[in-house]
């Protein structure tokens, strides 16, 4: 039976980035991966020899001393990872379809409000008090300095007072308000849901600057596979725990692999959706409060995804660039699995390259719920019914309409490529609902981070702290501190940061 320092379950960002971290202090890690490549949600596919993102599309964080270039630097992979940033007019399009009014707001904080006061000229004072308190909640969240994280949660008020509660409270103008809340998109929690913090903490990183990155996940997946050759580390693909074996005192002895073997480690951190892990953990070993609190996390909105080309486009003028075509203001109906009618869509345009050919790329997602898709739910890829496929060919058709009326000039050379629903998402991803987010993280909720009840078990991952590749990693950084002790770690950080 081999035995490891520590093993970590599932290989996505918070995966890699806990076991680089682990392997980098000394500890040998064993990464278990159920599916058959490591990368989860950063995986790219080919179709055609053209590149297309499944998961992670975009980011904020590099600013210099951001949170990301500092985790990145940390874990040695900073050179490797190179921003594209979204930037000047046209890169960041708000579009109310029905009322035909187009916002450009280019990111950086100072552009975007100084673009919504040139939008809402009587609205300015609205517009400063919002950012002022965006400001206050992002720059007091020690969790957003590396020197500073820790286990417990620093609050602030604005954790108990819902986006929607500060919209209100500061402006009566719905368009200003959708504007202000449109990323929750990119959390998958409803404004009326989401505390303030918890907005400004994702959004606050977002203003300040959105970045793609060159050959999209894939560039991370390579960089960590590059550390990883340097290190203590085993990596097993289509592999996961099947059981939790030999507990004494609430610390597991031995972990039984679904091939039948048996591995004994001193601690095992899960990354995966906290549903999945309690398929994993013995139920005896689970308080009934415990068990309750978990079940009734609810899982965020996957999305509808559509992958097109543009024929003969100009890749100098083509991208990158993102459009949210917002068919209402009401957020909170857009997010809403009830909602009928068009959802929000965003269109991501970008250049990519591969086998020395440079594509112009259209990557467009709708929020989907799996709610809608349950007639379908049993059925999996390539074995789907009919109507499964008619409802695809409907939604492919609806999306392709509202690119064309956004870009009319690309009306004749636009090719969809291929489409995935929540479902192909759950199949490919194993993510529960083919959820993007993991669990809906609303105000008020104590989610699944840290120790668990089993003494030796860990939980890190989208679902911990913040959801997005920036939250991910940052909760794998977490934990990684508590398992590597305070003092040794806080030198390791100031060790690799000075470097
Ligand atoms: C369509 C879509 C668009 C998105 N866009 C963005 C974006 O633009 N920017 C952004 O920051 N975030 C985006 N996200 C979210 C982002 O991808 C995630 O927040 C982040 O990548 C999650 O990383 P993770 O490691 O926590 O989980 P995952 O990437 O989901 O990795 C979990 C891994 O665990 C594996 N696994 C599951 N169960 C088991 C098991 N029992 N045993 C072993 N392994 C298991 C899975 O196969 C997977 O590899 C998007 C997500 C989706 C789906």
């Known amino acids: 039976m081999k035995r490891y320092d520590h093993i970590v379950v599932g290989s996505g960002i918070s995966g890699l ?84 009014l187009v916002y450009d707001m280019p990111s950086g904080t100072d552009n975007f409000r100084l673009g919504l006061h040139k939008y809402f000229p009587q609205e300015t004072s609205a517009i400063e008090a919002y950012f002022l308190k965006v400001k206050k909640v992002y720059q007091s969240t020690v969790s957003l300095d590396l020197r500073k994280i820790g286990l417990s949660a620093e609050t602030v008020d604005e954790d108990y007072l819902s986006l929607q509660q500060v919209l209100d409270s500061l402006t009566t103008n719905d368009h200003l308000k959708a504007l202000l809340s449109a990323f929750c998109v990119c959390y998958g929690v409803k404004p009326k849901e989401i505390s303030f913090a918890n907005h400004a903490r994702v959004a606050g990183g977002l203003y300040e600057s959105v970045a793609r990155i060159e050959n999209g996940g894939e560039a991370f997946i390579r960089a960590f596979k590059n550390r990883f050759t340097q290190s203590n580390i085993d990596i097993c693909c289509n592999t996961t725990i099947s059981e939790c074996a030999d507990i004494k005192n609430d610390c597991v002895g031995k972990f039984v692999l679904n091939d039948g073997d048996s591995v004994t480690a001193t601690d095992c951190t899960f990354t995966i959706h906290p549903r999945e892990i309690l398929k994993i953990l013995p139920r ?110 409907r939604k492919v058709q609806r999306i392709t309409q509202r690119f064309c009326a956004l870009y ?38 104590f989610n699944l981070f840290g120790k668990l009840p089993l003494v030796n078990i860990y939980v890190a991952g989208q679902s911990a702290v913040l959801p997005g590749i920036v939250g991910a990693m940052l909760s794998s950084f977490i934990i990684a501190r508590s398992l590597i002790g305070k003092e040794k770690f806080n030198h390791f950080i100031e060790g690799e940061l000075s470097n």
Not at 69 to 88: C, H, N, R, W, Y
Not at 413 to 433: G, H, Q
Request: with cysteine; net charge neutral.
């Open 17 to 100: 980035t806990l076991t680089l971290l682990m392997a980098m202090n000394g500890k040998k890690a064993l990464l278990l991966e159920k599916g058959p490549h490591i990368g989860g949600s950063l995986i790219r596919f080919y179709k055609k020899n053209i590149p297309f993102d499944t998961g992670f599309h975009f980011t904020g964080g590099f600013s210099s001393g951001g949170i990301l270039t500092d985790m990145l630097a940390v874990l040695g992979i900073g050179e490797q990872i190179k921003p594209i940033f979204l930037s000047g007019s046209g890169s960041g399009l708000f579009v109310f379809e029905k009322d035909n």
């Open 284 to 393: 005896q070993h689970l308080r009934k409060a415990f068990l309750e609190r978990v079940s009734a996390f609810e899982t965020s909105h996957g999305f509808f995804s559509v992958f097109g080309v543009v024929e003969n486009a100009d890749p100098l003028t083509f991208g990158p660039s993102i459009a949210s075509l917002l068919p209402s203001t009401d957020l909170n109906g857009l997010l809403d699995p009830r909602q009928e009618g068009d959802g929000a869509l965003a269109i991501i345009r970008s250049v990519e390259t591969h086998a020395n050919k440079k594509n112009c790329v259209v990557n467009a997602f709708e929020p989907e719920f799996y709610s809608n898709l349950k007639q379908w739910a049993d059925s999996s890829v390539g074995k789907r019914p009919a109507d499964y496929g008619e409802y695809k060919a």
């Open 408 to 445: 009319p000039q690309y009306r004749n050379n636009f090719k969809v490529i291929d489409a995935a629903s929540v479902l192909t998402f759950r199949d490919y991803l194993f993510s529960p609902e083919g959820n993007a987010y993991g669990i809906k993280q609303k105000m008020g909720q």
